[in-house]
C-alpha cells in the first residue's frame, strides 16, 4: 500500500496501476465537487436555467449565462437604426428572428445580414405597431413561426419594443396634432399593444425578457419635446408597470434609454430634412446603433435570474439632453 495523496505518494512507492487507481479517484472527487458546486449555484440562483450555458468556470465561482443561440427574439422597428443593428447583433448570437416594421423592403435586406451574421433563422412580416389589427395580425404570424411546441406556453424568449421616434420639434404653442398623435401611437400605445399579443408566447421561468426602448428625453425635458418627452416617460412608467405586473413569473422587464444616437431617428424627425437632422450630430461623438444593440444583446444574455432594470447610456459628450460639447473640426 502507499500513503494517500494526489501526487506525493508518501516515502513508499506505488506500483504504477495503483497510482492510476488513485489518480481517477482524484479526478473523480474534483469533477463530483465541480458539479456539486455548479448545482447549488443554479439552487440558488434561479429556479429554472432552461438555456442557461456554464461560460466561464473560474476560481470566482461560475459565471452562467443566458445563451441566446436558436432562441426567438422578436424585434419591432427593425428596418433601421437600433432595431436593424439588433437584429444583426442577436444573429451573430445564433439567435432565431422576427423581425417587423413598415418598410417591407428594408427588412428583407436586415434580415439577409443577420442571417450573414449568423442568425439560426430571419423572419420579416410588415408591422404598424400604431394600429391594433396590424399587431395582431403580426403576432399571430409570429406565433405560427415559433410553432406548436406542444406546451401551453410559448417560446418567444426575447421581446424588443423598438418601434418609435420623434417627430418634430415645436413648441407646445406650436404644436401639430397629428406630431403629438403619432408619437403617443408609436412609442407609448405600440408598447402596449405589442406587449399585449406578445404575453401568451413569453415562457415562465425559462429567462424571458422584454426590452423596451425608452430615451434620455423620458427622464428629463427639453424645449420642442414635449410630446416625445411626455411619451418616453411613459415608456418608463410602462416597463415599471410590467415589472410589477410580471413579478413572479421569472419574465425579465426592462428599458434601456440612450441619448443622441445617429440613425434615422433625426431625419424623421424634421421629415427628411438631412440638413438639420445632421446638425444635431454636428462636431461630437454620438452613440451609433451598433452600440445600443450591444447592450440589448448583453441585457437579454444575463443569467435568467438577473434582471437589469433600466439602463441611461449617452454619448461621452453628451451630459444632459440640450448639453452636448461640440468640438469642432
Ligand atoms: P430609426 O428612425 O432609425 O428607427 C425607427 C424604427 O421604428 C424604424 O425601424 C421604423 O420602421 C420603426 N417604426 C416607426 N414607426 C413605426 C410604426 N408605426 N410601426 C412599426 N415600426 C415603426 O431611429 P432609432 O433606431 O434611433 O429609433 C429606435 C427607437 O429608439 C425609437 O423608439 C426612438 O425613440 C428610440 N431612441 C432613439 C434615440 C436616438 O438618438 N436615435 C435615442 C433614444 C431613444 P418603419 O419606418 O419601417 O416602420
Ligand atoms: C432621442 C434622444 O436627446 O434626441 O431619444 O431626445 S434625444
Keep these: 500500500m502507499?500513503?494517500?495523496?494526489?501526487?506525493?505518494?508518501?516515502?513508499?512507492?506505488?506500483?504504477?496501476?495503483?497510482?492510476?487507481?488513485?489518480?481517477?479517484?482524484?479526478?473523480?472527487?474534483?469533477?463530483?465537487?465541480?458539479?456539486?458546486?455548479?448545482?447549488?449555484?443554479?439552487?440558488?440562483?434561479?429556479?429554472?436555467?432552461?438555456?442557461?450555458?456554464?461560460?466561464?468556470?473560474?476560481?470566482?465561482?461560475?459565471?452562467?449565462?443566458?445563451?441566446?443561440?436558436?432562441?426567438?427574439?422578436?424585434?419591432?422597428?427593425?428596418?433601421?437604426?437600433?432595431?436593424?443593428?439588433?437584429?444583426?447583433?442577436?444573429?451573430?448570437?445564433?439567435?432565431?428572428?422576427?423581425?417587423?416594421?413598415?418598410?417591407?423592403?428594408r427588412l428583407k435586406k436586415v434580415a439577409a445580414e443577420a442571417k450573414k451574421s449568423g442568425a439560426a433563422e430571419a423572419h420579416f412580416?410588415?408591422?404598424?405597431?400604431?394600429?391594433?389589427?396590424?399587431?395582431?395580425?403580426?403576432?399571430?404570424?409570429?406565433?405560427?413561426?415559433?410553432?406548436?411546441?406542444?406546451?401551453?406556453?410559448?417560446?418567444?424568449?426575447?421581446?424588443?419594443?423598438?418601434?418609435?421616434?420623434?417627430?418634430?420639434?415645436?413648441?407646445?404653442?406650436?404644436?401639430?396634432?397629428?406630431?403629438?398623435?403619432?408619437?403617443?401611437?408609436?412609442?407609448?400605445?405600440?408598447?402596449?399593444?405589442?406587449?399585449?399579443?406578445?404575453?401568451?408566447?413569453?415562457?415562465?421561468?425559462a429567462g424571458a425578457s422584454i426590452i423596451n426602448i425608452g430615451s434620455v428625453a423620458g427622464r428629463s425635458a427639453y424645449a420642442g419635446a414635449s410630446a416625445y418627452c411626455a411619451a418616453k416617460a411613459g415608456e418608463l412608467a410602462i416597463t415599471r408597470v410590467l415589472r410589477h405586473e410580471l413579478f413572479g413569473t421569472g419574465i425579465r422587464v426592462g428599458t434601456v434609454d440612450p441619448g443622441l444616437a445617429e440613425t434615422e431617428f433625426s431625419n424623421v424627425r424634421f421629415k427628411g430634412d438631412k440638413k438639420k437632422a445632421s446638425e444635431v450630430y454636428a462636431d461630437m461623438n454620438p452613440l451609433t446603433a451598433?452600440?445600443?444593440?450591444?447592450?440589448?444583446v448583453w441585457v437579454a444574455s444575463r443569467p435568467p435570474h438577473v434582471n437589469i432594470d433600466e439602463i441611461l447610456v449617452k454619448p461621452v459628450d453628451q451630459a444632459e439632453t440640450g448639453k452636448v460639447y461640440r468640438r469642432g473640426k
Excluded at 474534483?30 to 473560474?58: D, F, M, W
Excluded at 422576427?98 to 418598410?103: E, N, T
Design 2 to 105: 502507499c500513503n494517500a495523496g494526489p501526487f506525493s505518494f508518501g516515502k513508499k512507492t506505488c506500483r504504477s496501476s495503483e497510482k492510476y487507481i488513485i489518480f481517477a479517484f482524484w479526478i473523480c472527487g474534483v469533477l463530483a465537487q465541480l458539479v456539486e458546486r455548479l448545482v447549488r449555484n443554479e439552487k440558488v440562483r434561479s429556479s429554472s436555467l432552461l438555456g442557461s450555458t456554464i461560460q466561464n468556470p473560474s476560481t470566482a465561482g461560475f459565471i452562467l449565462k443566458f445563451s441566446l443561440n436558436n432562441k426567438w427574439v422578436l424585434i419591432t422597428g427593425a428596418s433601421s437604426g437600433f432595431g436593424a443593428a439588433a437584429a444583426r447583433a442577436f444573429g451573430g448570437e445564433g439567435a432565431k428572428l422576427l423581425l417587423g416594421a413598415r418598410r417591407v423592403g
Design 125 to 205: 412580416h410588415e408591422l404598424d405597431v400604431s394600429k391594433t389589427a396590424s399587431v395582431e395580425t403580426f403576432m399571430a404570424w409570429a406565433k405560427k413561426k415559433i410553432g406548436n411546441r406542444k406546451s401551453a406556453v410559448g417560446n418567444l424568449h426575447v421581446l424588443i419594443n423598438n418601434a418609435g421616434g420623434a417627430h418634430g420639434l415645436d413648441s407646445v404653442a406650436d404644436g401639430k396634432d397629428a406630431d403629438w398623435e403619432t408619437t403617443f401611437q408609436t412609442n407609448v400605445l405600440g408598447i402596449l399593444r405589442v406587449t399585449r399579443a406578445a404575453l401568451p408566447l413569453l415562457p415562465h421561468d
Design 290 to 296: 451598433e452600440d445600443i444593440a450591444e447592450i440589448l
